[in-house]
């Protein structure tokens, strides 16, 4: 799956501007290979969030600017410790995260993360 979507700018967090995509208001995304994943179930609490973040083979996609990208290794670990700040109350005021669990007809697990501020 990696390489399907453009590298990250490493250290953006926020964009301010263009339009988001909207996965977690859609329900659904069409990754570069056409590959569909379909949202499960209700947006993720917290504890299911950090759950699936810490498995095995899931992958996760960031958004937070127009173009979504997957995070891996440390950068994984950085949104993780973003979310967690968030999730404590101990984040900048006007941040967000909002987390959905997307599955494609493969089964694969893929957690959207929208990242606002």
């Known amino acids: 799956m ?8 490493r250290g953006m967090m926020c964009a301010m ?4 995509p909207r ?3 859609d329900r659904q995304w069409t990754d570069a290979r056409g590959t569909q994943w379909r949202m499960r179930g209700p947006r993720l609490d917290p504890k299911q969030a ?3 973040l810490r498995r095995d083979g899931v992958l996760v ?19 993780l410790a973003r979310m967690d ?8 005021p006007m941040a967000d995260f909002i987390v959905g669990d997307f599955r494609n ?11 606002s501020c």
């Not at 700040?85 to 900048?92: G, L, N, V």
């Not at 007809?105 to 990242?115: G, H, P």
């Open 17 to 20: 501007d263009g339009e988001h």
């Open 105 to 115: 007809d493969d089964y694969e697990v893929l957690v959207v993360v929208q990242e």
């Open 50 to 52: 950090r759950r699936l």
């Open 2 to 9: 990696s390489g399907l979507i453009r590298p990250h700018v």
């Open 61 to 79: 996609l960031l958004v937070n600017s127009p173009d979504p990208h997957l995070v891996e290794g440390d950068e994984r670990e950085e949104l």
């Open 23 to 25: 996965l977690l208001r």
């Open 85 to 92: 700040e968030f999730w404590a109350e101990r984040a900048q």
